[in-house]
């Protein structure tokens, strides 16, 4: 079973910065499209980053997009959401998910998911 594994998730103030991690247990995490997903109280999940198996190729939600950078370590089978410049409205719980299909912004596409880590930002 794949199962990846979140953390870094904290309590920041607005502007701040924010790291998160997500290991992924085996051999197989080299063959994952990687993505973070994030979601607020009362609404749904929403796409944030992805990242495709080799690192070169990425791509964001706009609401992130020059503040955010997802990048992966496939010897240390982990990815990584740097998140700068953070806003209140950044507030949600980030998950971690593993897809075997090629980049895609799309949640049903991602197989394994994390359980999630809490990133709150206060104003």
């Known amino acids: 079973q794949v199962q990846p594994e979140e953390s870094g998730g904290g309590l920041v103030q607005a502007g701040g910065s924010l790291r998160l991690s997500c290991v992924v247990p085996?051999?197989?995490?080299?063959?994952?499209?990687m993505g973070w997903f994030r979601q607020a109280p009362g609404k749904e999940r929403d796409f944030v980053a992805t990242?495709?198996?080799?690192?070169?190729?990425?791509s964001y939600a706009d609401s992130v997009k020059g503040r955010f950078t997802i990048s992966r370590d496939n010897a240390k089978n982990s990815v990584y959401l740097q998140m700068n410049s953070l806003k209140p409205e950044d507030t949600a719980v980030y998950y971690c998910?593993?897809?075997?299909?090629?980049?895609?912004?799309?949640?049903?596409?991602?197989?394994?998911w994390g359980q999630g880590t809490q990133v709150t930002v206060s104003s």
């Open positions: 990242i495709s198996v080799s690192g070169g190729i990425t």
């Open positions: 998910a593993a897809s075997v299909y090629g980049i895609t912004r799309t949640s049903e596409r991602y197989k394994y």
């Open positions: 085996g051999r197989t995490f080299s063959s994952y499209t």
